[in-house]
């Protein structure tokens, strides 16, 4: 069985990603929030909604040989996402800037992003127990405890 999960995120996510990285921004000292291009759009998957694909998948109503794409089926482009992570977290005086030298190479980028979960939910009969608010909600939430967020180095950029 081969499993495509799209964008997981949540809890102790490296902020080699984008969610991390806007949250920690967010509750960083410089209270600006650098973005690259805010247009692409991504399919995000809280972590537990993940597992639980994963482990639908390796039960007797998986299929070997078969492809599940692991997503919510739906997208968000980064500038929306950044603006819903900050709405979450009751922040409205932050600006969103974009920075050319956080915007990928033309050739690189995907501009939209989004799962086919048709099969895993038919055969698999999984499904995200999780909206995008309610995950980024959990997300931020862990980033708020003190000791969880001096392991972040929020004013770095990670590529």
Same mark, same amino acid.
């Given at each position: 069985?081969?499993?495509?999960?799209?964008?997981?995120?949540?809890?102790?996510?490296?902020?080699? $990603?984008? %969610?991390?990285?806007?949250?920690?921004?967010?509750?960083?000292? #410089?209270?600006?929030?650098?973005?690259?291009?805010?247009?692409?759009?991504?399919?995000?998957?809280? /972590? #537990?909604?993940?597992?639980? !694909?994963?482990? $639908?998948?390796?039960? @007797?109503? $998986?299929?070997?040989?078969? /492809?599940?794409?692991? !997503?919510?089926? @739906?997208? %968000?482009? /980064?500038?929306?996402?950044?603006? *819903? %992570?900050?709405? &979450?977290?009751? %922040?409205?005086?932050?600006? &969103?800037?974009?920075?050319? !030298?956080? =915007?990928?190479?033309?050739?690189? #980028?995907?501009?939209? *992003? /989004?799962?086919?979960?048709?099969?895993?939910?038919?055969?698999? #009969?999984? $499904?995200?127990?999780?909206?995008?608010?309610?995950? *980024?909600?959990?997300? =931020?939430?862990?980033?708020?405890?003190?000791?969880?967020?001096?392991?972040?180095?929020?004013?770095?950029?990670?590529?």
């Amino acid at each position: 069985v081969t499993v495509r999960p799209f964008n997981t995120y949540g809890p102790r996510q490296s902020t080699r $990603a984008i %969610i991390p990285t806007l949250i920690s921004q967010a509750l960083g000292n #410089e209270k600006k929030i650098y973005i690259g291009s805010g247009h692409p759009k991504r399919d995000f998957t809280y /972590v #537990e909604d993940t597992v639980a !694909g994963l482990c $639908a998948a390796t039960s @007797e109503k $998986a299929v070997a040989g078969e /492809v599940y794409n692991l !997503g919510t089926g @739906e997208s %968000i482009s /980064v500038q929306m996402l950044a603006n *819903l %992570i900050l709405d &979450i977290m009751g %922040i409205s005086d932050i600006p &969103i800037i974009t920075s050319d !030298g956080r =915007i990928r190479p033309s050739k690189s #980028e995907i501009d939209h *992003l /989004v799962s086919n979960n048709g099969k895993a939910k038919k055969t698999l #009969e999984w $499904a995200p127990g999780y909206s995008l608010t309610e995950g *980024l909600q959990r997300t =931020i939430q862990w980033f708020r405890k003190p000791e969880n967020f001096r392991l972040y180095r929020h004013s770095e950029y990670h590529v």
